[in-house]
């Protein structure tokens, strides 16, 4: 598999051309760069299967090559975004599990070898990489969008839904995917299954999953009834909780503190 590296900070560069040399000889890193024009000769000239791309330059984002990319009408590549930003917010956590993969400065091994592993499988099974405009807009929400309020779901077909986290109201078990219900009534199904979006929230207070089927945002709990397992969403709409979930979110919600942040629920 061919690579090219795209990092302006020389200490970082050395530490992930070593990595890549001691545990990874299989990955061809055909150059590097670490300013904006010298970078799009490069990956345009090279064509490489893969581009290590930090997201910021001394000169710029790198947003503006895949501009310039996308304007010449460049072939895609897989893309493995290096960024110096250590809080991860949930859209780039949803994004990381689903299309790209993104490293925390100071680069380790083991996510970096997770990365490699992920394209190389990719590179050997002929699947196309997503498209530059793609990502594109990923790159821009990890740029303008720096607080978890924010949380990108892939849908059919590879689009991306991107959607305020307080708007969600409810999501729902449909076999390998799930539904995402919206507290003003619309719905879209997501293309990962529940337990996906449970492990990606579950450092996440406001979500809570109260059934096999169904994770409530509980700031947009507005009743618990843990006689009847019912819980009451704002919008009116009533979904049920299992008999151990309902014992669980009643501890939950007792919990001082868990609601501070969480608007009105009871």
Do not use: W
């Amino acid at each position: 598999m061919t690579a090219v590296i795209i990092e302006d900070n020389p200490l970082d560069l050395k530490l992930l051309t070593g990595l890549l040399a001691n545990h990874h000889p299989d990955v061809n890193i055909l150059g590097d760069s670490g300013n904006l024009e010298a970078s799009f000769d490069l990956i345009a000239s090279s064509r490489p299967d893969l581009v290590f791309l930090d997201i910021e330059l001394s000169d710029g984002k790198s947003f503006d090559i895949l501009k310039k990319l996308k304007l010449h009408g460049h072939p895609n590549f897989h893309c493995i975004i290096t960024t110096a930003h250590k809080s991860f917010d949930y859209t780039q956590q949803a994004i990381q599990y689903d299309a790209l993969d993104f490293i925390v400065k100071p680069i380790l091994s083991e996510p970096l070898s997770n990365a490699i592993n992920k394209a190389l499988k990719k590179v050997q099974n002929n699947i196309a990489p997503i498209d530059l405009p793609t990502i594109m807009n990923y790159m821009s929400l990890l740029t303008t969008q720096q607080s978890n309020k924010k949380i990108a779901f892939q849908v059919i077909k590879g689009a991306i839904e991107v959607i305020d986290s307080d708007m969600i109201a409810y999501m729902e078990a449909d076999d390998k995917m799930t539904i995402v219900h919206n507290i003003d009534g619309t719905r879209f199904y997501a293309s990962n299954n529940i337990g996906f979006y449970k492990k990606l929230f579950e450092n996440e207070l406001s979500f809570f999953q109260i059934a096999k089927n169904i994770i409530v945002n509980t700031k947009n709990v507005k009743r618990f009834d843990p006689y009847e397992t019912m819980v009451t969403l704002s919008n009116g709409k009533n979904v049920f909780a299992s008999r151990r979930g309902a014992q669980e979110f009643k501890k939950f919600l007792q919990e001082p503190g868990n609601l501070t942040e969480r608007g009105e629920s009871a």
